[in-house]
């Protein structure tokens, strides 16, 4: 009895038609950052120590993530990043950082360099957006000292928008991306005023 079940099974899914829908394979989306220009690290300078970048609520998926024009949030099961968003944005803040010229080492915790400053913060946002709603991207940071009383040298929020220019998940990732780059020039010039 068991066995004519077990053979019945294949022919009751084709029945359902589940047999007839197409493999969706999952795509897995880098994060890269461009920076305009590298400059050399600074001689005698700062070391930076960058922590962990905590992720935002429902931040924590892996799944591309599109807010609606009822502004409800989509995230995608086939469309995702390679590891999660704030991993990615946490490395490539820490290479942005590193080829400013602003310091003379950007490292991460656990390294024997001993840092001036350390910096923490939160990856608040990171999504595309139905269109012609804009991408967004937004991290919280603040900059302490990382030696005796730790004065607070820089608390913040930045945020960037920037506009999808076509449908599907590789213009979603570009604009994310462009967003990111705005909100890194931003943080660049912050630090920039306080060095």
Same mark, same amino acid.
């Given at each position: 009895?068991?066995?004519? *079940?077990?053979?019945? $099974?294949? *022919?009751?899914?084709? @029945?359902?038609?589940?047999?007839?829908?197409? &493999?969706?394979?999952?795509?897995?989306?880098?994060?890269?950052?461009?920076?305009?220009?590298? !400059?050399?690290?600074?001689?005698?300078?700062?070391?930076?120590?960058?922590? #962990?970048?905590?992720?935002?609520?429902? /931040?924590?998926?892996?799944? *591309?993530?599109?807010?609606?024009?009822?502004?409800?949030?989509?995230?995608?099961? &086939?469309?995702?990043?390679? $590891?999660?968003?704030?991993? /990615?944005?946490?490395?490539?803040?820490?290479?942005?950082? +590193? +080829?400013? @010229?602003?310091?003379?080492?950007?490292? %991460? =915790?656990? %390294?024997?360099? !001993?840092?001036?400053?350390?910096?923490?913060?939160?990856?608040?946002? /990171?999504?595309? +957006?139905?269109?012609? /709603? =804009?991408?967004?991207?937004?991290? @919280? !940071?603040?900059?302490? @000292?990382?030696?005796?009383?730790?004065?607070?040298?820089?608390?913040?929020?930045?945020?960037?928008?920037?506009?999808? #220019?076509?449908?599907?998940?590789?213009?979603?990732?570009?604009?994310?991306?462009?967003? *990111?780059?705005?909100?890194?020039?931003?943080?660049?010039?912050?630090?920039?005023?306080?060095?």
């Amino acid at each position: 009895m068991k066995r004519r *079940l077990v053979l019945a $099974a294949p *022919l009751a899914l084709a @029945g359902c038609g589940l047999s007839s829908r197409p &493999y969706a394979e999952k795509r897995q989306w880098p994060l890269v950052v461009a920076r305009p220009a590298a !400059l050399p690290p600074r001689p005698h300078g700062r070391v930076l120590e960058l922590r #962990t970048l905590r992720a935002g609520p429902g /931040l924590e998926s892996r799944g *591309l993530q599109t807010v609606q024009a009822d502004g409800s949030i989509r995230t995608a099961f &086939y469309e995702e990043w390679i $590891a999660a968003p704030a991993e /990615l944005v946490e490395d490539q803040l820490r290479r942005w950082l +590193a +080829a400013s @010229g602003l310091f003379a080492a950007v490292v %991460s =915790p656990g %390294s024997r360099a !001993l840092p001036d400053w350390a910096m923490e913060g939160e990856l608040t946002a /990171l999504w595309a +957006a139905t269109p012609p /709603l =804009p991408a967004r991207a937004a991290i @919280g !940071l603040t900059v302490v @000292g990382a030696r005796g009383a730790a004065p607070v040298v820089l608390q913040q929020r930045f945020v960037a928008t920037r506009a999808q #220019t076509a449908p599907g998940s590789q213009a979603a990732v570009a604009a994310q991306e462009a967003a *990111l780059a705005e909100v890194f020039t931003a943080i660049e010039a912050a630090l920039r005023a306080v060095v």
